[in-house]
């Protein structure tokens, strides 16, 4: 069973930056394409970024094109969601996702079978 465990979420002012982190449990780290997605009150579960199993395929979401960044490190089995220039609609519950079918997941959450409890991001203005 794969768990996922995000965390670098906080509380910051418009205009910020953030990092955060997801920790994939599993062995085979690099044969899942990763993503990650947000969820605020009362709105639908929202794609942010997703990454291919080599790094080599990354999209993102129109909402942080140019200002959020995906990677990751299949030594540390880790994938990170760097984020700039934070604005207050970026509040949401940040998710992170695995794919372990599909050589690039996309945008798709069906695609991805596994996913972390989540981690807060509050940006105020």
């Known amino acids: 069973q794969v768990q996922l465990v995000e965390s670098g979420g906080g509380l910051v002012q418009a205009g910020a930056s953030l990092r955060l982190s997801c920790v994939h449990s599993?062995?085979?780290?690099?044969?899942?394409?990763m993503g990650w997605f947000r969820q605020a009150p009362g709105l639908e579960r929202e794609f942010v970024a997703a990454?291919?199993?080599?790094?080599?395929?990354?999209e993102y979401g129109n909402s942080v094109k140019g200002r959020f960044i995906i990677s990751r490190d299949n030594n540390r089995n880790t994938v990170y969601l760097q984020m700039n220039s934070l604005k207050p609609e970026d509040t949401a519950v940040y998710y992170c996702?695995?794919?372990?079918?599909?050589?690039?997941?996309?945008?798709?959450?069906?695609?991805?079978?596994?996913w972390g409890r989540g981690t807060q991001v509050t940006v105020s203005s």
């Open positions: 996702a695995a794919d372990p079918s599909r050589y690039y997941g996309g945008s798709v959450p069906a695609h991805y079978d596994y």
């Open positions: 599993g062995r085979t780290f690099s044969s899942y394409a």
């Open positions: 990454i291919s199993r080599s790094g080599g395929s990354i």
